[in-house]
């Protein structure tokens, strides 16, 4: 269970307002699109949601109880861009959270307990198709396979929400049908909720259980830091796989 809860949230810069007065209840298991006009805020938001930003003023609960203010396992993000390190392995990358999740201390995992973590990272290295390329390097992967290690990667911790900054937005539009093929069914199978921020309309409808549209209801021209975002438009949708599974 993660039911997520925003109260009344602002966040600003100096005197920049870039959010103000978000109101928002998401349950268990929704899976979130947000569209706005670039600088609206959506990525401050989603930090929010991680722990790595703080509000300037509201409140962020899950379950009823205040969000941890830094990251933890409940949580996992991937950007737009790959964050992966040139000299680690694919199957590196996957044990890596897990390494320091199991041993926080000394990094590394050992005996049976190594051998279970290599078994999951197997299995999860196989649900988004690197299984056989485990011993390569990001150098030798491609954009969608370097994006899939990094769904893997932040996956395998099962985070309870997996927030998604424009993961698709740098790939060839050639490949993003399966790249969506494989999140609805991370996000069926493991039953997280997801953010996910996106520049594609279309992409968002294919996608979520509903839609964000972030965007400033006031504006003054001649101090354009005065106001900040809000949420515009709250739009359910009918999507994602359960939908297409039902239709069938
Ligand atoms: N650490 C920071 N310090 C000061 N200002 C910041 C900081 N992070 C973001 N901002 C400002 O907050 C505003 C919102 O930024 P944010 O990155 O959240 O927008 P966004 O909606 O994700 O835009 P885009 O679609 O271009 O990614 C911008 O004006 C940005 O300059
Ligand atoms: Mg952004």
Not at 117 to 122: F, G, L, Q, S
């Amino acid at each position: 269970m993660a039911t997520l809860t925003v109260k009344r949230l602002w966040k600003e810069y100096g005197n920049q307002v870039v959010l103000e007065n978000i109101n928002l209840t998401v349950a268990d298991h929704e899976f979130v699109t947000i569209v706005g006009a670039s600088g609206s805020g959506k990525t401050t938001f989603l930090k929010m949601l991680l722990g790595i930003e703080q509000p300037s003023r509201g409140q962020l609960l899950i379950d009823d109880k205040p969000i941890a203010p830094e990251p933890d396992q409940q949580r996992g993000i991937v950007f737009q861009r790959y964050s992966l390190f040139p000299h680690l392995s694919v199957m590196d990358h996957v044990l890596l959270g897990l390494e320091f999740q199991g041993a926080p201390f000394v990094g590394r995992l050992f005996g049976t307990r190594r051998k279970q973590a290599v078994e999951k990272a197997n299995e999860m290295l196989n649900s988004v198709g690197l299984y056989q390329a485990r011993d390569k390097y990001p150098a030798q992967l491609s954009g969608g396979m370097q994006q899939r290690l990094s769904i893997a990667q932040s996956v395998i911790c099962e985070p309870k929400i997996l927030l998604l900054d424009e993961p698709f937005g740098a790939l060839d539009p050639g490949i993003t049908s399966d790249m969506h093929d494989l999140i609805l069914n991370l996000w069926e199978s493991r039953r997280m909720t997801i953010f996910m921020i996106t520049h594609d309309v279309q992409e968002s409808f294919k996608l979520g259980t509903r839609l964000l549209v972030f965007d400033k209801l006031r504006h003054d021209p001649q101090s354009p830091e005065a106001y900040g975002a809000s949420i515009t438009y709250d739009i359910p949708l009918r999507n994602g796989k359960k939908t297409q599974a039902s239709a069938a």
